[in-house]
């Protein structure tokens, strides 16, 4: 990312970057008039505004009795959450690319998610330089961030080549660069998927969304999890989308995850769309999603089940960690302990260039 905004700003601060229009060449016959073409600067900006904590309480005598050292143990956890947070936020980005490579940049459908092979993974990196060739991106500052799934792909199809590169890899694993890219490994790259649900959910039909389970009810909404199933598929989406987005929260067609499942549901927002939802997931880099929705062709779209790699230039995307991740200790009134509250302030934007020097690359997650 560019850290370049980063000194001398505060939370709430904007950044301003105004871009310009395009120009194109005209023809121009000797002694005749012209047309001006129209041109206006267009304003984009980054505002500082994301807040992030992690806050848990230690007892003084639970750390007394631990046989390591609790509070350090759990700010560093505490801080490495916070990153992957960070990292996650800055991925979801390539929501924001101009560039796309799908399925029809390999000869299959388009809009659907790839199924990387070791056949197929060389020309993934080729298909990428070329989409930043087109946008007259820089050679120099390429990178791709993979995830272990692309990576795992990737030192299969070279530990076999009788070249010195392929034996590094079978060798460490090491992830180098690869055909003019800097390879950086992720957990946290960007995830999104589409349920279909066309027809009025039965009662005990199951959607079932990175080891949480929603329960369709026709009856009363008695147990964690459950979704009410009314009237018709439209309304059931609705329903199942309020769930999504608010897994905390009872309401009458929903009753409240427990708080373990609350937190597996963290960076994931639904949306209802027609004849379904689609879900976006940052930070989650691969989710693992199942049904026993009774109609047939209620399921989850396989080809759209997509893992979102990032290839691009280094700072594409503008970030500013204002304040840093930092440990804060705080006395509990009426306790022996305290709570430890672990914080990270930032914010990020994609700006126009920025957008064109980045390739959203869509893998099939349901094929790893």
């Known amino acids: 990312a560019n850290f370049e905004e980063q000194s001398g700003l505060q939370e709430g601060d904007t950044v301003h ?18 047309t001006t073409q129209d041109v206006a600067d267009t304003d984009e900006s980054l505002v500082i505004n994301k807040k992030k904590i992690v806050p848990i309480y230690v007892d003084d005598f639970d750390a007394i009795q631990s046989h390591y050292p609790t509070a350090n143990k759990y700010a560093d956890d505490a801080a ?5 947070n960070v990292d996650g936020s800055v991925l979801a980005e390539l929501a924001n690319a101009v560039n796309k490579i799908d399925d029809s940049d390999f000869g299959g459908t388009s809009g659907n998610g790839h199924t990387l092979t070791t ?16 946008q007259n991106a820089p050679m120099k500052g390429r990178f791709a961030v993979i995830s272990p799934e692309e990576k795992q792909v990737l030192l299969e199809y070279l530990a076999g080549k009788e070249t010195q590169k392929g034996d590094d890899y079978g060798m460490n694993g090491n992830t180098g660069m690869f055909f003019g890219f800097d390879l950086l490994e992720s ?29 369709y ?36 067609t929903f009753q409240a995850l427990s708080a373990a499942d609350q937190k597996l549901m963290k960076g994931t927002t ?55 991740v930092k440990l804060k200790v705080k006395d509990v009134s009426g306790k022996l302990g305290n709570d430890l509250v672990t914080t990270v302030l930032f914010g990020k934007k994609t700006f126009a260039e920025g957008a064109k020097w980045m390739v959203d690359c869509k893998l099939r997650s349901d094929a790893y």
């Open 187 to 215: 957990n946290s790259t960007y995830w999104t998927g589409k349920l279909l649900i066309g027809t009025l959910p039965t009662d005990g039909d199951t959607v079932v969304y990175n080891g949480v389970t929603f329960t």
């Open 80 to 84: 490495a959450v916070l990153g992957n």
């Open 119 to 134: 056949a197929t993974v060389l020309k993934l990196f080729t298909i990428a330089g070329k989409k930043l060739d087109r």
């Open 217 to 252: 009810e026709t009856g009363t909404i008695d147990a964690a999890g459950k979704v009410k199933a009314v009237t018709d598929a439209a309304t059931s989406i609705t329903n199942l989308v309020a769930a999504f987005n608010a897994p905390g929260t009872t309401s009458a």
């Open 17 to 34: 970057r105004p871009y310009r229009s395009a120009m194109y060449a005209d023809d121009y016959t000797s002694g005749s008039s012209y």
């Open 270 to 324: 639904a949306t209802a769309v027609s004849g379904g939802l689609t879900v976006t997931a940052e930070g989650k880099g691969y989710v693992a999603v199942s049904e026993t929705l009774t109609a047939a062709a209620d399921v989850w779209t396989p080809a759209l089940q997509t893992q979102h790699v990032m290839f691009g230039i280094k700072g594409c995307v503008d970030v500013v960690i204002q304040d840093k």
